[in-house]
């Protein structure tokens, strides 16, 4: 909202209350020069600069709930945290379907954009067009920065639909090792396709994405059984991200964006939905209408945030989403 700021936020009936809330938190300076977001400051140089300074303070204060710390790297590890979570992951193994560069002397397939080779018993089968089925490592430790990953044995999230994400907050990192693998032994049994990941730098704790599950259309009706298995470990805190769907204690749900525009291509839920937050409140006018707009124009249902306007509707527990 403006810095000035009586404002009154106008009627905008399809903004979801909770994006409501969010928009009195938020104070923005007239100078455009420095805003607050909830007890939290921010400076800038130039009034462009802003924009995205907002909205990384909205994804830490609305979204991931994780204290600001300037002089943490993102990709900071710890290996005992990895070696636990490690330990958790019941499988060794996720099946890719990669292209083929090379078949002798040694395969060279390309997995994530990256060529690497594989050996020749990991080939699973031979599909047509260059493709072939392997077994690719399934932990990935250092790809997302600050984050441990990890790809299901029957297969990962592969962006060609939907995908729908389950957060989980927990108070510290000793909660995580049990959570995670509990996590995955039901994901396991359900053999679905899914990816997984648990934030492995103990001095980002407590998170609302402490860990995060990715699952595509394959893997939606084992989403009861995650959250049930999840449930059953402690260490969990109460709220959940500002943007997401809560559907228990420190458990919430929400779809990946379908955002193709410049620059939001890449931006995880958090990210986007708290860049286009900022981009509402910065537009000038009546907030309530202009963060709606925003919203509609991303894609975005104002009126639940965590689902876009094509997300399907799936229940959990009696629950729509």
């Known amino acids: 909202m403006d810095g000035n700021s009586t404002a009154v936020l106008a009627d905008a009936p399809a903004l979801a209350p909770g994006l409501r809330s969010l928009i009195e938190a938020v104070d923005i300076a007239p100078d455009r020069l420095s ?66 560069h090379a078949s002798e002397p040694d395969w060279v397939v390309e997995l994530l954009d990256v060529r690497v080779k594989v050996p020749a018993d990991r080939v699973v089968a031979v599909e047509g067009d260059g493709l072939a089925v392997v077994r690719a490592d399934a932990i990935r430790p250092a790809l997302s920065p600050g984050f441990f990953l990890c790809d299901g044995s029957a297969g990962t999230v592969l962006g060609a639909g939907p995908i729908l994400r389950l957060y989980v907050h927990l108070a510290d990192p ?25 934030f492995s730098n103990p001095a980002g704790y407590p998170r609302r994405d402490a860990m995060v599950f990715y699952l595509e259309e394959q893997g939606w009706p ?26 228990g204690p420190g458990l919430a749900v929400a779809w990946d964006p379908a955002d193709d525009r410049p620059g939001m291509r890449r931006l995880s839920f958090g990210e986007h939905r708290a860049r286009i937050l900022a981009q509402g409140l910065l ?15 991303a894609g975005i249902d ?20």
């Open 302 to 321: 104002p009126g639940e945030p965590f689902r876009n306007r094509t997300s399907p509707r799936l229940r959990i527990g009696g629950v729509p989403l």
């Open 222 to 247: 084992a989403l009861e059984s995650l959250v049930t298995a999840v449930s059953a470990f402690p260490g969990r805190l109460e709220d959940t991200s500002r943007f997401a769907r809560r559907v």
């Open 35 to 100: 805003a607050r977001v909830g007890g939290r400051t921010v400076e800038v140089d130039s009034p462009r600069a802003l924009w995205p300074a907002l909205g990384t303070a909205m994804y830490e204060v609305f979204h991931s709930g994780h204290q600001h710390d300037p002089g943490m790297r993102p990709g900071m590890r710890d290996p005992g945290l990895e070696r636990a979570l490690t330990a958790g992951v019941p499988h060794r193994f996720t099946t890719a379907l990669a292209k083929v």
């Open 174 to 198: 000793v909660f995580t090792p049990p959570a995670w693998a509990g996590a995955l032994t039901a994901l396991e049994e359900a053999k679905v396709p899914y990816r997984a990941k648990a």
């Open 283 to 297: 537009a000038g006018g009546d907030p309530a209408g202009a963060v709606a707009g925003a919203f509609a124009a």
